[in-house]
């Protein structure tokens, strides 16, 4: 695939989705949301969010209890090595892994709670998915045709999306840093072919130095006039 084409198609699937996004809206401000449809989507929320939280909780956790075990064990295997012989030294040494103990039973004791917290958490989100799929999709039944089309409509952006991201792989970063800002400026279609020696988008007369860079290697070039990107494919 040669960069005109890859833009080309990346502007293609951009298009589309342009599209689907603006139905998208329009079918969303149409439908009514019923309360409890809202409040299953925040209550699914929260449990993702509390899950989320749990979990980076226990890994915590879990690593200073791992890196105490290590203390200790090098601690201990001191102790035993026979190389610290005066008695002060060996106390202290003593002292020390039975704190590092002490310690570590706190963090068992919290490292329990919060894998028991978790796993209520991770019930707690079971639950919330599935009462969200059960009450999305009798919302949805009661909506008719729009929630038929709106559902098409996801499973469409969604698929786009993907492609999207295939599309812009084809592409290196200078030409994505171009087409980006483009679109953002102008928005749209900022990717066009030329028609004969005209541009495709603003129809203005592309000079003669411009249209030899079309015809070298990576067939594109940007018009003089409109600044898109202009290619020949
Ligand atoms: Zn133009």
Redesign the pocket.
Same mark, same amino acid.
Request: net charge positive; hydrophobic share 10%; with cysteine.
């Given at each position: 695939m040669t960069k005109a084409e890859a833009l080309l198609d990346l502007q293609d699937i951009d298009s589309v989705i342009d599209r689907l996004t603006r139905r998208l809206t329009e079918i969303k401000a149409s439908l009514h949301e019923t309360e409890e449809l809202i409040a299953a989507r925040s209550a699914l929320r929260a449990a993702q969010e509390s899950a989320t939280h749990k979990r980076a909780t226990r890994k915590d956790l879990e690593l200073s209890d791992a890196s105490l075990e290590t203390r200790i064990t090098q601690a201990e295997q001191r102790m035993y090595s026979g190389l610290v012989k005066n008695p002060k030294e060996l106390l202290d040494l003593q002292n020390d892994i039975a704190s590092l103990r002490r310690q570590k039973n706190t963090l068992d004791d919290q490292l329990f709670a919060a894998m028991v917290a978790l796993e209520e958490a991770e019930n707690e989100l079971e639950t919330r998915t599935t009462a969200d799929a059960r009450i999305a999709a009798e919302w949805r039944a009661s909506q008719g045709d729009l929630a038929v089309e709106l559902t098409q409509l996801e499973h469409d952006f969604a698929e786009k999306t993907g492609e999207q991201a295939e599309a812009r792989a084809q592409l290196g970063a200078p030409d994505l840093v171009t087409y980006d800002q483009l679109r953002r400026r102008k928005g749209g279609v900022v990717v066009v072919e030329m028609e004969n020696n005209l #541009?495709g988008? #603003?129809k203005?007369r592309v000079p003669a130095h411009v249209l030899q860079q079309l015809s070298q290697a990576e067939h594109t070039t940007r #018009?003089p006039? #409109?600044e898109?990107i202009l290619v020949r494919v």
């Open positions: #541009c988008s #603003c203005v #018009c006039n #409109c898109r």
